[in-house]
Antibody, heavy 119, light 108 residues
């Protein structure tokens, strides 16, 4: 059974750093893209970027390039999303999802990680 | 960048009604379009891929059509459990992806 399990909710202060995770199981982790999707409170879905764990090829949405870093550790089948300096506007739910084959159809999703940034 | 315009942003319909949502791409994306359902507090769920193919296990009252720039998502005979927000998403220039703004479906 394909599963993506994300790390737990986080409460941080502005300026702090953060790294959240997404662990894949039930499939060959290195053969599928992992995408990250942001959902701000009461808002829609925004694709942030994706990584192909097999060769670490990483692509970012122009809106998020330079704001976050996406990485992966294929030895433990885990992808990461990190911030070096959080802002209040980073408060959101973050989802990871598997991108199927070369189409990147997001067929399996993690449960989401809620990040709250508040002073 | 490809933009996806979804309409309406919300709708209210009665149980048993036929519901239609449209999604327009800013350029030709072929049939590289998916539709997702997101219930409150839950992760999105893939319903339709390649514009018209139903994901395994998805009820047949859901359907999709279209190609190029104009797409349609239909719920035949709306059920109470279909209350959710629905999103289209293009994958023409993978791995870059774009979502539509979403359509919130409520029961009248």
């Amino acid at each position: 059974e394909v599963q993506l399990v994300q790390s737990g909710a986080e409460v941080k202060k502005p300026g702090e750093s953060l790294k959240i995770s997404c662990k894949g199981s039930g499939y060959i982790f290195t053969s599928f893209w992992i995408g990250w999707v942001r959902q701000m409170p009461g808002k829609g879905l925004e694709w942030m970027g994706s990584i192909y764990p097999g060769d670490s090829d990483t692509r970012y949405s122009p809106a998020f390039r330079g704001q976050v870093t996406i990485s992966a550790d294929k030895s433990i089948s885990t992808a990461y999303l990190q911030w070096s300096s959080l802002k209040a506007s980073d408060t959101a739910m973050y989802y990871c999802a598997r991108g199927y084959s070369n189409t990147c159809i997001l067929d399996y999703w993690g449960q989401g990680t809620l990040v709250t940034v508040s002073s | 960048d490809i933009q996806m315009t979804q309409s309406p942003s919300s709708l209210s319909a009665s149980v048993g009604d036929r519901v239609t949502i449209t999604c327009q791409a800013s350029q030709d994306i072929g049939n590289y379009l998916t539709w997702f359902q997101q219930k409150p507090g839950k992760a999105p769920k893939l319903l339709i891929y390649d514009a018209s193919n139903l994901e395994t296990g998805v009820p047949s009252r859901f359907s999709g059509s279209g190609s190029g720039t104009d797409f349609t998502f239909t719920i035949n005979s709306l059920q109470p459990e279909d209350i959710a927000t629905y999103y289209c998403q293009q994958y023409d220039n993978v791995p870059t992806l774009t979502f539509g703004g979403g359509t919130k479906v409520e029961i009248k």
